[in-house]
C-alpha cells in the first residue's frame, strides 16, 4: 500500500492511496472463512457450504468492506505520521474519470480531498491591550442576597399578637353539628393549619386577625378545596375516611408561631460564611460582595475572551483557508443545512474556525495541556456555585463532589466542561501574554455592555464548526 499527498496549494490538496491486491487479499481470505463456519444456507450443513459459493455470495461486498477498514486505518496513520494538519475528515474526491474495476483491477488507487491547516504567525504580546472587568454587584442585589440568607436561617417564634396569613397555628379540631360540638364526633389534638395555604380565600380570611385562645368554625373540605391529601392531613385520617367528612368543624388556637428571619449577628455569619469567618455586619456584607462577584467571574472572563477571539479573527484576515472544501464537509457532516444556509452562515463559521485555529497553534507552540484533574476542579466549582445559588452555602466537600461527579454521567455537560476548560486556559495564557486593563464595573452597566456587543459583533457557531485534526491533549 502507497499514500502520497499532492498539494494543489498550501491549503488544499489531495491524498492518494494505492492498494494491490497482496494488500487486502489475506484479510479477505479470513473473513471468508469465517462466513464459511456461520453461514446457513438451505442444501449445505452448516460449515460445509463450499469456498467457490461462500465467495460468489459474499466475495465482492467483504473485499469492499476490508478495503474500506484498511484506507480509514491508512489515511490515519498517514496523517499522524506526517504531522498533518487537517480539518475534520478528508472527503472521496468527485473524479468521475477514476472508476474502479475491483474484479479486475490489479492495483486499486483511491483519491481523497483534503483541507490543510494554513501556516501562519500571531503576534499576540504586549502590544495587544485588552479590557478585563471586575463585575460589582448592584446594591440592591446584595440586598436581595442578605435577603435570602436571612430567610434561610430564619425561625419560628411564638407569637400573641394577631393572626397574619403566614403565620402557623397550632391547636385541637372539634367536629360540630350545627352550633354545638357533635356527639362522639371527631377530635383532633395537635392539629397545624397556615391561612396563607387554605385553597377557599373566604376561609382563610377567618382566621387572620385573631389571636391565641380564639376559636374559629370553618368547613374543613371547603377549605381544602376538594385536596383528599390535604384534607387527610389536616384530620389527620386516611384519604377515604377524609373524603367521607363533610361537617363543620371548630379551630380551638392554643399556639400562633411566626417565621422571623434571622437577624445580622454571629449565628447567621457561622451558618453563611462557616465560623469565624466574619464578627461584624460590615465584615459579613464585604465577604458576601465579594462572594458574588467571584461567581460574576465566569461571565467576566467570557466577555474578555469574546474580545481576545474577535481581535484574532481580524489577525487572520489575509490568511487563506480551504474555503470550498470546508463548505463540503459542513454539507457532507450535517445534514440539517442546505447549501443555501451554509453559505449565508458561513462568514460566521469561519470566524469561530480560525479563532480555534489559533488557539490550537498557541496551545501546541507553549505547551498547553488540558489535565482530567483541569476537568474535574472545574466541575466542582460549578457545582459549588449551583449548591450556593441553591441555597446551601457553604456546602462540605463530599457534597460538592457528589454533585460534581453526577456531571460526568452526562456525555454533553462532560464535552461542555472540557470546552470550558480549554476556554480558561486560554483565558489565563492571554491574561498573562498581552497587556490587560483591569475595570470594575457594576452588574447593570456590564450587562449592558456585554449585550450591546454582542449586538454588534454576534455570537459564534460553535456547533457547525469542522475541528482542527490535532486539539489540546487531555491526560
Known amino acids: 500500500m502507497k499514500s502520497t499527498l499532492n498539494k494543489t496549494n498550501d491549503v488544499n490538496g489531495t491524498i492518494v492511496i494505492e492498494v494491490e491486491k497482496a494488500d487486502y487479499q489475506e484479510k479477505v481470505d479470513k473473513s471468508l472463512n469465517q462466513y464459511s463456519q456461520k453461514a446457513n444456507i438451505p442444501g449445505f450443513r452448516q460449515g460445509k457450504v463450499p469456498r467457490n459459493l461462500i465467495r460468489k455470495l459474499y466475495g465482492k461486498a ?10 480509514v486505518d491508512e489515511m490515519e496513520n498517514f496523517i499522524r505520521d506526517n504531522k498533518l494538519k487537517v480539518f475534520g475528515e478528508p472527503l472521496p474526491a468527485d473524479n468521475p474519470d477514476e472508476e474502479l474495476d475491483l474484479d479486475n483491477d490489479k492495483k486499486l488507487s483511491f483519491t481523497f480531498d483534503v483541507a490543510l ?10 502590544s495587544v491591550v485588552l479590557t478585563c472587568y471586575t463585575i460589582l454587584p448592584e446594591p440592591e442585589l446584595v440586598d436581595r442576597q442578605m435577603d435570602i440568607y436571612r430567610q434561610n436561617f430564619g425561625t419560628y417564634t411564638a407569637v400573641e399578637d394577631e393572626i397574619r396569613d403566614t403565620d402557623l397555628i397550632k391547636g385541637t379540631l372539634v367536629e360540630m353539628e350545627g352550633d354545638s360540638e357533635k356527639d362522639n364526633g371527631q377530635v383532633i389534638e395537635n392539629a397545624v393549619l397556615m391561612p396563607s ?4 380565600e373566604e376561609t382563610g380570611k377567618h382566621f387572620v386577625g385573631v389571636k391565641s385562645g380564639d376559636s374559629v368554625i370553618f368547613n374543613p373540605q371547603k377549605a381544602c378545596g376538594g385536596h383528599e391529601a390535604e384534607l387527610a392531613s389536616l384530620l389527620q385520617t386516611t384519604r ?10 371548630r379551630f380551638d388556637i392554643a399556639e400562633v408561631t411566626r417565621y422571623e428571619k434571622a437577624t445580622m449577628n454571629s449565628y447567621l455569619f457561622d451558618r453563611v460564611l462557616g465560623e469565624g469567618m466574619a464578627t461584624t455586619e460590615e465584615e459579613f456584607t464585604a465577604k458576601v460582595v465579594a462572594e458574588l462577584s467571584r461567581q460574576f467571574k465566569p461571565d467576566a472572563d467570557y466577555f474578555f475572551l469574546l474580545q481576545a477571539r474577535d481581535h484574532i479573527v481580524k489577525m487572520l484576515d ?3 483557508f480551504p474555503d470550498e472544501l470546508l463548505k463540503r464537509s ?7 443545512y ?9 462568514p460566521k463559521i469561519m470566524e469561530e474556525l480560525k479563532f480555534r485555529v489559533a488557539r490550537q497553534k498557541i496551545f501546541e507552540e507553549h505547551g498547553i495541556t488540558v489535565e482530567s484533574a483541569d476537568v474535574e476542579a472545574l466541575a466542582a466549582e460549578m457545582a459549588k ?5 441553591f441555597g446551601i452555602v457553604n456546602p462540605p466537600d463530599n457534597t460538592v463532589q457528589t454533585y460534581a461527579k453526577g456531571m460526568f454521567e452526562n456525555e454533553k455537560t462532560v464535552r461542555e466542561l472540557y470546552e470550558r476548560t480549554v476556554e480558561n486556559k486560554f483565558t489565563d495564557w492571554l491574561k498573562e501574554t498581552v497587556t490587560v486593563i483591569r475595570q470594575e464595573i457594576p452588574s447593570k452597566d456590564f450587562n449592558k455592555l456585554a449585550h450591546s456587543y454582542t449586538q454588534q459583533f454576534g455570537e459564534y457557531a460553535a456547533e457547525t464548526t469542522p475541528e482542527p485534526e490535532e486539539k489540546a491533549e487531555t491526560k
Open 62 to 71: 467483504v473485499m469492499v468492506s476490508e478495503i474500506n477498514k484498511m484506507l
Open 117 to 126: 491547516v494554513p501556516e501562519f504567525d500571531l503576534a499576540l504580546d504586549k
Open 197 to 200: 395555604h387554605i385553597k377557599d
Open 240 to 249: 377515604e375516611d377524609a373524603a367521607k367528612t363533610d361537617s363543620d368543624f
Open 318 to 320: 489575509g490568511v487563506t
Open 330 to 336: 459542513l454539507l457532507k457532516g450535517d445534514d440539517k
Open 338 to 346: 442546505t447549501p443555501e444556509e451554509i453559505e449565508t452562515n458561513f
Open 385 to 389: 456555585i449551583q449548591l450556593t445559588r
